[in-house]
């Protein structure tokens, strides 16, 4: 099944999309996490990946990262097939990606966000000055020498989402960047993303928040027990029945 | 900063000077022993950087000791050209144990790395064709440069310092190179790391190329040292597997210096108290040794090293800097 995936065109020639993900399956033994997704991503937009606990959408993220082989299916990046790409890669190829749980490395949040820059540019000197500028970018700079232990946890992810921005990402993962967060640290969060599309960056992100979800992205899919239920607009998606039912459940007759 | 470079002057000048004014041959030879501890220390540290943790260094040792010793004394190479081989196949031998490495994490590896060393050990003992097994080689006394034997120990003093400084050189050369950041990322995270572009595997196989090239050269050196060489002697898990390993835990692993710090200070410890309280009780010396290996790992479990980033770390905390916790994100509006 294929929903949405319409190939949309800029100055009257077709474009290739940013991703593709034909028929893409992963089963852990038994336990199929992602059965027979199917989806596109255009380059510049902002997509939501919403669905119940268990739905699949990290594992997806892992697929689409290449930390996970998928079982079946392919991916496309660019119309380039990258399917068996190990996860190094594909960060060169322009996949950028955020983990649920922060995962700093144990040195100064400007060597964090140095590691991606020396993997494109050996030089420590200007790896540094362009490290800087992308702590500027997400109001980190003045915790530039701080451990990452010591920062507050909405630092902490805007030091996850600044690693991967220097990653110089076409497509960026986000898995639950305002998760754990307050309501005040979310409204101080969510300007980092139009930050994003402002920057040309297509956004796939897993997001709990649904004010979240409807105030930034511009599609929404749904997953639900590893299937895609929906793809569709913001508003759309939260009148789809099969969405209902996958957060609320089946209405039960005569109660 | 500036007086950094004091006392590295200072440390460079004693380390230079020292044959003239000790004259004692005991001290000498303790100095010597020091210095190659803290060259093998330094080279096994190289592949903790990125978290590993190796107790097979001894595989890469006697591979460079016997592949120079086999040379000079079955074809009569000289010992220069004998080295350069030697670290040629202690490198081959660091490329299998690569393919160990990129397969296991934790403590698999170390398992395997042990088992890699124990392993070539045995090859060594049963190849008698080769290797003469357990009774050894012996390196004929012909003093003189070109055969790396020396009447004398001033010259294999000035030999174990050059290879220390050049050991304790190449860490520090990775640790401040791209792929010394990438190997301290992956000691926290190789998955994460790998997300962000890092080609890890790579830098931990230059990693482990590196060490395994400096300790069979420092096993050539030790080879050249003391004129006879045998299995278990050179393959030797407790001298050249373990002993680097503790001398850089107890200094701090994962930092340039701290191994350093730990071979010098445990070398002459374990030597003083095998001298003097060997000759009293039997065993004695090693109860006093593990003595103070559980006081220091109860005290500093950081090793040596954190005593000195602790220092540091709270002068910084004095400055600026570190009032920059919770201010809130305002960038983009």
Sequence with gaps: ?255 | MKRQRVAAVLAGAAAVLLPVFVRSQFALDMAILTLFYVGLTAAWNLVTFSGRLSLGHAAFFGLGAYTATLLFVRAGIPPVIGAAVAVVVSLLGGLLMVLVMVRLRGPFFTLASIAFAEVLQLVATHWRSLTDGSVGLHIPFRPGWQNLTFTSKEPYYYIALALAVLSVWLGHRLYHSSTGYFLRAASSDEEACQALGVNIKRAQAAALLWSAGMTGLLGVFYAYFIYVIEPTTFFSMELFSLQPALNGIIGGVGTVWGPVLGALVMTPLGEYLRTFLGAMQQGLHFLVYGLVLLVIVRVLPGGFMSIITGVRARNDDRGSGANERGRSYTAAS
């Design chain 1, 1 to 255: 099944m294929t929903i949405g995936a319409r190939a949309r065109t800029k100055g009257g020639a077709p474009t290739l999309p940013l991703l593709e993900l034909h028929a893409l399956t992963k089963a852990f033994r038994g336990l199929v996490a992602v059965q027979d997704v199917n989806a596109v991503l255009e380059s510049g937009e902002i997509v939501g990946l919403i669905g119940p606990n268990g739905a699949g959408k990290t594992t997806l993220f892992n697929l689409i990262s290449g930390l996970h082989r998928p079982t079946q299916g392919r991916i496309l990046l660019d119309g380039r097939e990258i399917t068996a790409l190990p996860p190094y890669a594909r960060s060169l190829l322009g996949i950028g990606r955020t983990f649920q749980i922060v995962r700093p490395f144990a040195m100064t949040v400007l060597e964090n966000v140095m590691v991606p820059i020396l993997a494109r540019d050996g030089n420590p000197t200007r790896a540094k000055d362009a490290a800087q500028e992308i702590l500027e970018l997400v109001a980190l700079d003045r915790a530039a020498n701080e451990r990452p232990e010591n920062l507050t946890l909405a630092m902490r992810k805007r030091l996850e989402v600044a690693r991967a921005l220097a990653t110089r990402p076409k497509l960026l993962l986000l898995d639950e960047v305002l998760a754990g967060l307050n309501p005040t640290e979310v409204e101080q969060q969510l300007p980092l993303i139009r930050v994003l599309r402002d920057k040309g960056i297509t956004v796939l992100m897993i997001e709990h928040i649904v004010d979240a979800v409807m105030s930034v992205c511009d599609r929404v899919l749904v997953m639900d027990q590893g299937h895609l239920i929906a793809d569709g607009s913001p508003g759309e998606v939260v009148r789809n029945p099969a969405v209902i039912q996958a957060y609320l459940g089946e209405e039960v007759p005569g109660a």
